[in-house]
């Protein structure tokens, strides 16, 4: 089983920037697929960004062109770069870790609350 633990979360108005971090201890790290999700109040929980073993990276529509998401595998961390931010991206943030092969995302982080005021 993998640990997640994210950070870098805060307050920031809009058009701001903002960097999360993820970090994993556990199993190896390398192999896996990332991904980023956010859930606002009321709402369901929202993907965001995925990037897989090899670099290659998938964005949720609303996101696309403002967030970078990118890993450092001898770090075990992900990050998310957030630029632009409205305050729509309020939200509480949560990495996770899916298992080659597997079909769903088992492993989730304790999240990151990121409130962008206008």
């Known amino acids: 089983q993998v640990q997640l633990v994210e950070s870098g979360g805060g307050l920031v108005q809009a058009g701001d920037s903002l960097r999360l971090s993820c970090t994993a201890s556990g199993r190896t790290f390398s192999s896996e697929a990332l991904g980023w999700f956010r859930q606002a109040p009321g709402k369901e929980r929202e993907f965001v960004a995925t990037i897989n073993w090899s670099g290659n990276t998938e964005y949720g529509n609303s996101v696309k062109g403002r967030f970078t998401i990118s890993r450092d595998n001898v770090k075990k961390t992900v990050y998310l770069l957030m630029n632009s931010l409205k305050p729509s991206d309020t939200a509480v943030y949560y990495c996770?870790?899916?298992?080659?092969?597997?079909?769903?995302?088992?492993?989730w982080g304790q999240g990151t609350q990121v409130t962008v005021s206008s």
């Open positions: 996770a870790v899916r298992a080659p092969g597997a079909p769903l995302f088992g492993s």
